[in-house]
């Protein structure tokens, strides 16, 4: 492969949106392991809510696909390749890409944590405002003027 082939194959990997149309891969070998991609995310996807034991499962699987990402991009970057063997590595990481970005979505919970422990300091945050402007103690006792 030449160096601009090469840069090429590196920048599509590169562009914001390069995983839109890519197909999540039936099968893919992570860290010489065959998995059963697609069934594993649409089955996790499936659920409304990821119990914990599960949650530890998507995090593993996370953790050996970027992983996996890595080592096929570093293939393409330093290893001699032909063209084409480079291209269905891009193509490959892209299903990744799209494998991991299914899987990121299923934290909403953590925004939804996130959101009523906000809430909950606002309302803190006020009803001291309230007791400091009406003139209250920390006890609720009354303060002299």
């Known amino acids: 492969m030449k160096a601009f082939e ?4 590196l920048e599509r990997l590169d562009r914001e949106g390069a995983t839109i149309g890519t197909q999540i891969p039936e099968r ?3 860290q010489g392991e065959e ?18 034991g599960e949650r530890d499962r998507v995090d593993r699987a996370k953790k050996n696909l970027r992983r996996e990402r890595l080592q096929r991009r570093q ?6 390749l032909s063209y ?5 590595l891009v193509e490959s990481i892209l299903g990744i890409d799209r ?13 939804e944590q996130a959101a009523a422990e906000q809430r909950t300091a606002d309302q803190h945050r006020w009803m001291s405002f ?3 402007v009406l ?8 303060l002299r003027p």
């Open 99 to 111: 494998a991991l970005h299914a899987l990121e979505q299923l934290e909403p919970t953590d925004i």
């Open 75 to 80: 293939r393409i970057e330093r290893e001699d």
């Open 28 to 30: 893919v070998m992570v």
């Open 130 to 132: 309230l007791k400091k």
């Open 135 to 142: 003139g209250h103690d920390s006890d609720g006792g009354r």
């Open 6 to 9: 090469r840069k090429q194959l």
């Open 35 to 52: 998995v059963a991609l697609r069934d594993f995310v649409f089955e996790i996807r499936r659920r409304e809510t990821v119990p914990q």
């Open 84 to 88: 084409e063997e480079g291209e269905t």
